[in-house]
């Protein structure tokens, strides 16, 4: 198990009420698969078990081609998986990015589940998921898992909410991965949804001033009846 620096699990009754953010589709609800998003590796959609889909990215079928994954999401890969798990290299991988801008002070959150057939033995085979904000931090590894419920895997940490706040004013990008290490075999998955931009900054969408407009005009309807 790894300590984690992150704060998780908090709700988020702010994002509803603030317009939508610069993130694309980060519920996946769009019928265009992935719009908005960039991958490497094995990534696609599946149904989120709520309202829509949500992103499953795979090691089966995953890139080797790490150059393009570190240029892409401006990592070291291989340098991300012996920090995070000790030893090792990545053996392939699989990524899913976009970039967005922050006009005021902004908060990103995402659900998340780390999904492995790895059964324990997490020395050399401790595959492990990551997203990336400014710097790349690790998610969970095969350690962290217990016996799961999703097709294709035979264990999962669960779902998880992750919680960035205090992001200043500029363009970023966020990306998530997951990595089999040392070798291709026996997979590891990530499920990613509700990828949510909460920023100060964001112009208040026209729909609530034109509310308010005529939720006035009702209440001065309303008034000259009664007189
Ligand atoms: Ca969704
Ligand atoms: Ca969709
Ligand atoms: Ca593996």
Do not use: C, H, M
């Given at each position: 198990m790894f300590v984690r620096n992150v704060v998780t699990g908090l709700a988020l009754s702010f994002a509803l009420s603030s317009a939508h953010g610069a993130i694309i589709n980060g519920d996946f609800a769009d019928v265009v698969s992935l719009n908005g998003w960039s991958s490497i590796g094995n990534v696609s959609e599946q149904p989120d078990g709520v309202t829509d889909d949500r992103a499953i990215l795979s090691t089966a079928s995953g890139s080797t081609n790490k150059t393009l994954i570190n240029s892409e999401l401006g990592i070291n890969i291989d340098a991300l998986t012996a920090s995070y798990t000790g030893s090792g290299t990545a053996g392939n991988a699989s990524v899913l990015y976009q970039?967005?801008?922050?006009?005021?002070?902004?908060?990103?959150?995402?659900?998340?589940?780390?999904?492995?057939?790895?059964?324990?033995?997490?020395?050399?085979?401790?595959?492990?998921?990551?997203?990336?904000?400014?710097?790349?931090?690790?998610?969970?590894?095969?350690?962290?898992?217990?016996?799961?419920?999703?097709?294709?895997?035979?264990?999962?940490?669960?779902?998880?909410?992750?919680?960035?706040?205090?992001l200043s004013a500029g363009t970023y990008l966020i990306g998530f991965g997951v990595v089999n290490?040392?070798?291709?075999?026996?997979?590891?998955?990530?499920?990613?949804?509700?990828?949510?931009?909460?920023?100060t900054g964001a112009t208040t969408s026209t729909p609530l001033p034109a509310t308010v407009a005529l939720l006035g005009l009702g209440l001065i309807g309303v008034r000259r009846r009664v007189r």
């Open positions: 970039s967005f801008n922050i006009i005021g002070t902004g908060t990103i959150s995402f659900d998340w589940n780390f999904l492995t057939s790895e059964t324990g033995n997490f020395g050399s085979n401790n595959d492990f998921a990551f997203y990336v904000l400014q710097s790349a931090i690790g998610l969970a590894d095969v350690g962290d898992t217990v016996p799961g419920v999703i097709s294709g895997f035979s264990r999962e940490t669960g779902f998880s909410t992750e919680v960035i706040s205090g290490k040392n070798n291709t075999s026996t997979n590891s998955g990530l499920l990613i949804d509700n990828v949510i931009l909460a920023d």
